[in-house]
């Protein structure tokens, strides 16, 4: 797939140095590039202290031009807005020419014949961008393919702590696998999820618009299931509302070879090799034991263990091919 993201950081403002966009925008450059296993995922062009608006527009054309499957544009650095629209500023702003407007940026990504366009804002007032209270008509509309994902309302502030951006701070911790699916994907909207339930109500509050059929990973980390043992679900459940009987030789540790009172029937190795499967289900909240709080004592106690919701719709994919 063919995946670019521009990457820019700026801290040399003239009147009012920052100190953490740098540092934000190295090591977002950094985890785009690579999958967590390794594999090549986003080609980065990082961009720290770009000196003029007319560079910087420059650079994002670039980066929405062309037939490509996703442009990723991030910014972090001080944004600002008037009575007519959002900016994010450059280091040769005036009182009358701030920087690069976000309205302008939409257009771009709008425009843009790739297929998918992510905007990635940490700046203040970042949700000014495609805001029908400050833009009208057309101005503010979203194209398909589009996502923007800001740092702030657009009456808000970006907050730096510990020389970072607050909302790039959770914004790594989410690409990490923070944000990840049990498949390992971490999406626009699964960050946005993250961001949003880690910041306080008290605290600046994330935006997220998109307008999209289906999200794309930005990256894949390892799931903490792998794949085949999610598949085993149609094996172990013929149906979505079936309990799977457990019983003690479900249980490793019921065996004449650990030390412990041991229940008839013992440890049988291929119901043991089920049950760690079962666990590692239930750890991710797609299984729950029944009538009993943990795996352990449903085996234990002869119970049984059933689907979530989750479990019931994961269990749906696999049976229709589609995981």
């Known amino acids: 797939m063919r995946k670019r993201a521009l990457v820019v950081g700026i801290n040399n403002y003239p009147r009012s140095p920052l100190n953490g966009c740098i540092n934000d ?8 590039k690579t999958h967590e296993n390794g594999n090549p995922n986003f080609s980065v062009k990082e961009i720290h202290d770009v000196a003029t608006k007319g560079d910087l527009i420059g650079e994002i054309k670039e980066l929405f031009n062309g037939e490509n499957d996703t442009a990723l544009f991030y910014f972090s650095g001080h944004g600002s807005i008037n009575e007519l629209g959002g900016y994010i500023i450059t280091p040769d702003f005036s009182e009358n020419d701030l920087g690069v407007s976000m309205e302008d940026i939409l257009k771009l990504a709008n425009g843009s014949k790739t297929k998918n366009r992510i905007i990635i804002l940490d ?27 800001t740092a702030s309302r657009d009456c808000e502030s970006a907050i730096e702590s510990n020389g970072r951006g607050i909302f790039t701070t959770l914004l790594l911790e989410g690409l990490k696998g923070g944000a990840a699916n049990l498949e390992g994907k971490v999406t626009p909207s699964s960050i946005y999820a993250y961001i949003d339930q880690a910041l306080g109500a008290w605290q600046q509050r994330p935006v997220f618009k998109t307008n999209v059929t289906e999200f794309n990973p930005i990256r894949e980390v390892n799931p903490q299931v792998s794949k085949d043992i999610i598949r085993k679900l149609k094996e172990y459940f013929s149906s ?14 019921n065996s004449n070879h650990v030390e412990h009172e041991i229940v008839n029937p013992y440890a049988d190795d291929n119901n043991v090799k089920i049950f760690k499967n079962l666990q590692k289900l239930a750890g991710v909240g797609l299984i729950v034991p029944v009538g009993e709080e943990h795996m352990y004592f449903a085996a234990m106690h002869s119970k049984s263990c059933k689907l979530t919701a989750l479990g019931q719709y994961y269990w749906k994919l696999v049976t229709e091919t589609r995981l």
């Open 25 to 32: 925008a190295n090591d977002i450059s950094n985890i785009l």
């Open 240 to 253: 979505p509302s079936e309990e799977f009987k457990l019983d003690p030789s479900f249980e490793y540790t």
């Open 123 to 149: 700046c203040c007032y970042s949700g000014a961008i495609a805001n029908p209270n400050i833009e009208h008509g057309s101005l503010c509309t979203i194209n398909k393919g589009v996502t923007i994902l």
